[in-house]
Each structure stands twice: as C-alpha cells, then as structure tokens.
C-alpha cells in the first residue's frame, strides 16, 4: 500500500493476504470469545459453505472490475472455529472456488485451522488436495488435565496422531498454538508440554496467555474459582513468569522468537500474519471476518442468519487518516523483533520516529526496553512484556 495524502491505497499488482472464516466447532471452549457457533447440524454448515462461495466469487468480480485483472493473492487462512470440520468434499469445494476467483501466486502460503479431535485424515489430504500447505493446530497443553480445564475435546495424543497424518498426506509446515496461565498450569507442567511440543520439531510455535473475556462462562465463575491470581498485579506477575519460561526453553531450541507471542524456524515465520503486523492488505470473507483492504478496515456482522440469507452487514467501517496509519504503523510494527524502520517511517509520514519521540524512547532504551541500531527500533523481550504501556507512551 502507498500513502497519498489522507488516503492509503491499494495497488492492483499488489499481492493481498486472503482469509477465509469457518465459524463452526464440535463445542465451544469456555474462555472463547471468537465468532463461533457450536454443534451445527450438516445443512447448516453446507449452506454457509455455498454462500461463502458465491462471496468469493463476487469479491473476485468486483476485484477485477475495479482494477481491470484478477487479485494477487500470496496468503490464504482457512480459520474458525474449525475448518477441519468440513468435508473433503466441501474442503475442495472451497479451496477451489479461491483459485477460480483470484491469482494465487505459486508458492502460496495456504494455511488451515484444525482441532486435533476432529481433523481426520481424510479431511486433512482434502485440504492438501486443495492448496493447502500449512496447518495451524489449536494444541493448548500438553497436559491433559490443562486441557480438561479449558474445555477442550483433545488430548495430547490426539495431537501426535494429528501432526503425523498432517506430515503423511504432505502438510509439513506446522504450527502449535499453546497457551500460557491456564487454570493449575505451573512451571513445571509448562516445562512438559514445551518438551513435549518440540519433540515434535513443528515448524512455528505460538504461545498466548490466556485472557478472561467478558460474556465468556470463563468470565461468569471468576479468577478466583478458576484459581488463577485475583489482582492484576498478582496475574501480571504469573503471566510474565511463564512467558520468560516459554520464551528461554523454545529460543534454546533454534526458533527465532519473531513476534510478541510467535517462535518460528529460520524460514518459516506466519507470512499471513505479517500481512497484519505490516500493515499490509489482507480480505476476509465469512460471518465476522475483518479486513484492511483498499485502504479501508471493516468486518462483517456476527449474524450468521443474515450471512446465510446473502445479506452483507458491515460493521466497523473505518478509514484511518494519516494520523491513525501512523499509530497502526508504529502499534504493528513493535510488535516484530525486526521492529520499525525508521527510513520507511520517515517515507511514509514525512517525519523522523526518533527526533519526535526523544522523550518516550531515550528512558526506554536507558532502561532496556528499546534498541536502536541499523536503522531500526526495536523492543527488547523485557520491552514485550509491558508493550501495552509502551506503546501508548509512543502513539
């Protein structure tokens, strides 16, 4: 995207990241607050699969009308929910549809979300069939009874049975999500399912701290019936705890700790992701699906009746200015150990990072929290851990 004026733009050989949302899942775990809806019946789900294909193809049209040829897409993200939940016949259905639609570059990242208690192995080759290159797995713990309280169907066996089928249909780029300061988690329970993941040798890793939504029957019992720290600064202190442990034992591994929460090996950072965390264009289709694309932020209603009747709510409608591009820029980027350039700052803004933020950034990179060298500002790991606070300093 190039900046004029006011307005951020989209140029039409641009590459764009592509996500496409599958909100439905077997149950829906109790600290969830993402748009998903639990125990769908089969016309259900195959009515959403044929609406959704009949949008991808109109966003395919009308990328092609307003630029005169078909969009570039170098990313594709099947999430949820749990898109491993279709069928192979759907799977295909699907995948097929974004390839009529849009110019998928070859070497493509093609990424799908999967639930070790339903991604079978058949669904899994269905999805290579169709592009699909990468597989994203919600393993959460490695300790069964962590998983228990969390709500989760799986277990720890399901996911070695999962990355085995993944790897034996051709789906050798893969991610474990797991989570930090889960109900009864310690340490040393945090230590095993480390061990235990990179047993494995995925190719990326994610680990989140866990977050007590509002609405969420998580929210409803309580911090203290879930025995999780009561005070914020209690929580902060535990959370900050696991998150060096996670951070020490992935690192002495071999993975690059590239982003807040994401370890990859060399060559094998999310490239969806950081269509996000570079503010670059991304579109998402499906019943609360977010976009920025041509220069524009917006998502699509969480009505999943309206959805299915063809209905197109738009939601969040907002247009950053100049302003608003700068502290995006500035939020996104600090999240990446590559950090801010501060030439492509300048370029961008027409104004120097360093010279107009001297009073925030010199104490934070007296104090450890910041680096700067090659051009570039960073945050250190101790910066991570309080990027909230500096971040708003900062923007």
């Given amino acids: 995207m190039t900046v004029t004026g006011e307005i951020c733009t989209q140029s039409p050989d641009e590459p764009f990241g592509l996500y496409l949302h599958i909100p439905f899942c077997r149950s829906k775990c109790p600290y969830c607050d993402f748009c998903s809806f639990p125990h769908p019946d089969a016309g259900t789900v195959d009515s959403y699969v044929h609406e959704m294909i009949r949008r991808i193809r109109a966003a395919g049209e009308a990328h092609i009308a307003h630029h005169g040829a078909p969009g570039l897409v170098d990313t594709v993200y099947i999430g949820g929910g749990t898109p491993t939940l279709l069928t192979p016949a759907q799977a295909e259905r699907l995948t097929g549809a974004v390839r009529a639609a849009f110019s998928v570059l070859p070497g493509a990242e093609w990424t799908v979300e999967g639930n070790p208690a339903t991604a079978s192995r058949e669904a899994l080759a269905a999805w290579r069939a169709g592009g699909v290159n990468r597989l994203s797995l919600g393993a959460q713990s490695a300790?069964?009874?962590?998983?228990?309280?969390?709500?989760?169907?799986?277990?720890?066996?399901?996911?070695?049975?999962?990355?085995?089928?993944a790897r034996a249909v051709g789906i050798g780029n893969i991610n474990l999500d797991f989570m930090l300061g889960i109900p009864g988690q310690t340490a040393p329970s945090l230590g095993q399912t480390l061990d235990r993941a990179l047993a494995l040798a995925p190719s990326h890793l994610s680990a989140y701290c866990l977050t007590i939504e509002e609405g969420t029957p998580f929210a409803r019992?309580?911090?203290?019936?879930?025995?999780?720290?009561?005070?914020?600064?209690?929580?902060?202190?535990?959370?900050?705890?696991?998150?060096?442990?996670?951070?020490?034992?992935?690192?002495?591994?071999?993975?690059?700790?590239?982003?807040?929460?994401?370890?990859?090996?060399?060559?094998?950072?999310?490239?969806?992701?950081l269509?996000?965390?570079?503010?670059?264009?991304?579109?998402?289709?499906?019943?609360?699906?977010?976009?920025?694309?041509?220069?524009?932020?917006?998502?699509?209603?969480?009505?999943?009746?309206?959805?299915?009747?063809?209905?197109?709510?738009t939601v969040d409608r907002y247009v950053p200015d100049l302003a608003g591009q700068r502290e995006e820029y500035i939020m996104l980027n600090l999240r990446l150990s590559d950090g801010l350039s501060e030439a492509d700052f300048a370029a961008r803004f027409g104004e120097d990072f360093w010279e107009s933020r001297q009073s925030v950034c010199r104490p934070l990179l007296a104090g450890g929290f910041m680096v700067r060298s090659g051009g570039r500002v960073r945050l250190t790991e101790a910066g991570w851990l309080v990027s909230n606070t500096i971040l708003a300093d900062l923007i």
């Fill in 143 to 165: 300790v069964d009874r962590e998983l228990k309280a969390l709500g989760r169907l799986h277990s720890w066996e399901d996911v070695c049975r999962t990355v085995a089928d």
């Fill in 275 to 313: 269509h996000t965390w570079q503010d670059r264009a991304y579109l998402g289709l499906g019943v609360g699906a977010y976009s920025y694309y041509e220069g524009v932020r917006f998502g699509q209603s969480r009505d999943l009746p309206a959805f299915l009747r063809g209905e197109d709510i």
């Fill in 221 to 273: 019992r309580g911090r203290a019936a879930l025995g999780l720290p009561a005070g914020e600064e209690a929580a902060g202190e535990a959370a900050a705890a696991l998150y060096e442990e996670a951070e020490t034992r992935i690192r002495r591994a071999g993975y690059e700790h590239y982003e807040i929460s994401n370890y990859a090996l060399p060559g094998f950072r999310s490239r969806h992701n």
